[in-house]
């Protein structure tokens, strides 16, 4: 064990197996962040893997059904437009989504749930054929094509399936119908920050949205600067106290 200063915790550390070094033991979730995305072997990962952002459509199986997403590729070219093209980690948390509720460890049929930075709206559109109460919320220049999504995807749906699109500029204050009678039961967002200065006004929203029993889940890609660029993709999960 190695030595430190005074007073402050030595770092736990251990042998594994037949290596002969001693390995220091992951305590938090930023380590475990780490360790996962050089586990991951990254470079070994083909960006955009899942997506095809060229194409006006993107066909995915979910659900018991083909989804079909409309796409704006052109409308990319537009400085801070990232929503109008799907995302790999979008495809990443509506398939954990389905897998989650297919194996029972999560139950989406009956509860509200808000998505956050919805773009395309596939992660939504597939909570909602999952049994919850949806809204898809976004900037306003972006419902348009969101709107025609949910619809083509969700407005022939299981009986009870319920998905609607809203207007939601994070930092604002928010649409009180979003947390009446109660507030969410889950919050889920893909990909939704991508640049640094978006952090502060998410967690304002974040905040207004979350009550004593909501559960956030938030896929990412790791990327360059804010998050270190690294092709593989994480769930985080959080219990909102």
Known sequence: MEETEPGLEPPRSAHLGSYKEEVRLVESASEEVMLLWGLGQPASQRHNAFVRQSSHTLSLDCCDRRLTLLQSPSSMSTPGVTGAVMWDSGVVLAKFLEHAVD?????????????????????????????????????????????????????????????????????????????????????????????????NDLLTTLKQLCGPHTTILLAGELRNGLFLFARSFFIYIFAYY
């Open 103 to 199: 194996s029972g460890q999560l139950v989406l049929k009956g509860t509200r749930v808000v998505e956050l930075g919805a773009g395309c709206g596939l992660a939504g559109i597939v909570a909602a054929l999952l049994g919850a109460d949806v809204v898809l919320t976004d900037l306003p220049d972006r419902l348009k094509l969101l709107k025609k999504n949910v619809d083509e995807n969700v407005g022939d749906g299981p009986p009870r399936c319920s998905a609607r699109v809203d207007e939601l500029t994070w930092g604002d204050d928010i649409d009180s119908a979003l947390v009446e009678p109660s507030h969410p039961n889950f919050v889920i967002g893909s990909d939704v920050i991508y640049n640094e200065e978006a952090v």
